[in-house]
């Protein structure tokens, strides 16, 4: 059924109703007036029949049996009820027995009458409704002191009202029929009207759920339909433009997913997804060819790439990620399907939602095979170009005490006499060819070299012990200040003493007057930190940068491979050999080693052949 339908039922409803109770009210009206009418009509005619019995009552008792008689003959009676035919008898009842004094009792009553006609004496009249053989009637109770002992009922037929009223309820369904339809009729084409512009907003919003935003609605009327149509218009233009943005912004979505996940796919770099325990959501192609995982066969695994040793420092680095620090990349080792323990630079992010929550972890790992096989190549590139330049330094080096000794030597073959004085100087060269080539075999030599945990302390105190005589004899108090806490790292006993022995060696050549030597060891938990202080001249800024170089040095008898020798073996250790200098205040060296834990007693770095450049 059609909106349109049910407006028109429900207003014909409505005005029916109200027809409808308006007409009971009215019936009801009607017929309590008619009673009322009724009513007067029988007080009325008591009146008359009391004053006709007035009149021939003469007071004697003789006179009222006439009377009596009279009355029987009906005259009076047959009167009243010509003149209105809805009166059906009249009957006069005396009062103390009841009896019928005049007129007839065919509508008997008897055992309600004696309390209505008790009920008269009292108010003068009573109206009361009686049903006999299911008809209805009406009968009234006339009393007055004129009437003395009697009392006139007269009953009224009430089938006239009934009918009467009956007659007027049909007419009124008649009518009510009649207007219903008509309403019904009128109200279908006024709700009709009304509604027109429905249609078209109906017709709007089918287009709008069909995605066709063009043809607007043609606005007619400017009451709550028009404005409702110029609402779904403005409504209709405004979801065109969304959709437009809409289809543009998964347009460029569409598109960087493909960019994306093309760069994921085709990157040389592996990378997974995975949540915050570790499960594996996503891998790329590159993933599976370095691990050997396939992406369904690596789905749902739990940290399946992380060797047991590397535990702990994956759980540091996602804690650090969780507590919101941006960790670098680090290079560690992974461990492949197959078994193969890979070195691998793994970056590791995190990936949050809208509200900023960590929700999973990308992790890309990148294979560190070929680039430590091009460092390796890049080392010894870099020893053959050390190598050339000790050789030419060796060859400048030695060239100046061999001119010299050649110039001798010429001279005494054509002296033909052996010069002592010369011999001296001849010899003093010769010393020094023999300690630039010692020098140079310390650091060219294969040393086979095996790492053991010792304390940095006790290796200090043997240096410091080792070099005490040297040390008085330039004036010179080695001051110790060495930390309570242990400091073992691992490390070759001999090759640690040759370099603090050297840095001691040149603080005391800095320091011809004499004066201490301040020799500080703290533990930093990571490192161990040593600091070797002297306070002699100093060494100028343009010369620090070069402090390392091969035959750089600043003294007159030196080589400048003491410091190289050092250098190198601070750097096979995996530590730090740095210099700072104040002229005119004293020089600072500072040695940094990496430290052991209390409980690890078998060192960190494996036994290797640190090959001289």
Known sequence: MSIKMKFSIMISLIVLSIFIVYSMLNEYAWIRSMREEMKQVMLDTSIQVAVSMDAYDTGPESQTLELQSQVEGKDMFDMVQRMNTNIKEITVFHNGTLEISAGTYAYNDATNDSDFVQEARDSEFVFRKMII???IYYRSYYSNEKLGNYTISIVYDGKGI??????KRNDTLLYSSIVTVLILFISYWLVGVMIRPLKDILWKVNEVSSVRFKQPIQIR???EFGLLALKVNAMSQNLSIYMDKLRKAFE????MKEHLESFINHTSDAIHLMELDGTIIQVNRAFELLYGYG???AVGLVFPILPDSHREELEQMLSQLIAGRVLPAKETFRVTKAGELIP?????????????TIRAFASISRDMRSRNKMDELLRRSEKLTTVGQLAAGVAHEIRNPLTTLRGFLQLQQQTMQLNVSHVGLMLSELDRINLIVGEFLILAKPQATKFVTKDMRNILRDVVALMNSEAHLHNIEFMSLFTEEDCLVSCEENQLKQVFINLLKNA???MPTGGPIHIHITNKKKIVSIKITDEGEGIPKEMISKIGDPFFTGKESGTGLGIMVSQRIILNHKGNLDFQSQEK???TVHVSLPALKQSSRDGILEASTNEGS
């Open 133 to 135: 053989d299911e008809e």
């Open 162 to 167: 009934q009918n009467h009223a009956g007659e």
């Open 221 to 223: 009327r400017r009451d």
């Open 252 to 255: 460029e979505n569409r598109r």
């Open 295 to 297: 992406e369904e066969e």
């Open 344 to 356: 691998v630079s793994i970056t590791i992010s995190p990936i949050r939602d809208s509200d900023g």
């Open 508 to 510: 005391i050549e800095a």
């Open 585 to 587: 205040v004293g020089t």
